[in-house]
């Protein structure tokens, strides 16, 4: 694939635990996106890196946190899963200067029972 | 509220036909709009896009229409093949918002031989 790699791919887990994915960049990229994909929703950014601990907050940002200790990899924290947490999660890389042209990850596909 | 909105979940056309997807936007600060194309169980991949200073946009059999005044925009793939099956989602970005993309809900789009 195109030097972004996701990881679980798949995860089960139970309410009120924390989960932590990782995306792992290969393409030294600045940016870091994490989305989220639900039915009817369409992709909905949850948080965003432009540089190594640097980070905002997307439009569903609640109940999740961020980190980017290297520039290659950014993790995607849920504090205290819930079942509305259930989802496919992606994660991409690129930036208007490269016109938009994001590289996305495969997904984790997270169930939380 | 959804800035960039897909009216229709689902669209079903006949091999060797066109095949048209719409989208709609809010904002008009909207200044580059994009196409993205996913398969199951994998992520989104960029398709095709268009900067808000021109009003059409062509890649071998897909082209891309801006209609600024209407805020819409529009896919169209002529043929469609039954490798376009796939889910298409329309994206848009404004300089002020870095390189944050905001997406629509997404099209299935389903081509029949």
């Known amino acids: 694939d195109a030097g972004i790699t996701q990881s679980p791919r798949h995860k089960v887990t139970e309410t009120g635990t924390p989960v932590t994915l990782r995306c792992h960049q290969t393409?030294?990229?600045?940016?870091m996106y994490w989305y989220r994909q639900d039915p009817g929703h369409g992709l909905r950014l949850i948080h965003y890196?432009?540089?190594?601990?640097?980070?905002d907050k997307g439009e569903v940002s609640d109940g999740y946190s961020v980190s980017r200790s290297k520039t290659e990899d950014f993790l995607l924290t849920l504090e205290s899963a819930t079942s509305s947490q259930t989802s496919v999660y992606f994660c991409?890389?690129?930036?208007?200067?490269?016109?938009?042209?994001?590289?996305f990850g495969s997904g984790t596909r997270l169930t939380v029972v | 509220d959804q800035q960039v909105k897909q009216n229709s979940p689902s669209l079903s056309v006949q091999e060797g036909r066109i095949s048209i997807l719409n989208c709609d936007y809010t904002?008009?600060?909207?200044?580059?709009f994009l196409w993205y194309k996913k398969y199951p169980a994998e992520g989104p991949t960029f398709l095709i896009s268009i900067s808000s200073i021109k009003d059409k946009n062509e890649d071998g059999r897909f082209t891309v229409f801006l209609n600024k005044s209407a805020k819409h925009l529009s896919l169209h793939i002529v043929p469609s093949q039954p490798g376009d099956s796939a889910v298409y989602f329309c994206?848009?970005?404004?300089?002020?918002?870095?390189?944050?993309?905001?997406f629509g809900e997404g099209t299935q789009l389903t081509v029949n031989p």
């Open positions: 890196s432009y540089g190594v601990k640097d980070t």
């Open positions: 393409e030294n990229h600045r940016y």
């Open positions: 904002n008009s600060m909207f200044d580059y």
């Open positions: 991409a890389i690129g930036d208007r200067a490269t016109n938009y042209g994001y590289t």
């Open positions: 994206a848009a970005s404004e300089e002020t918002s870095g390189s944050r993309l905001t």
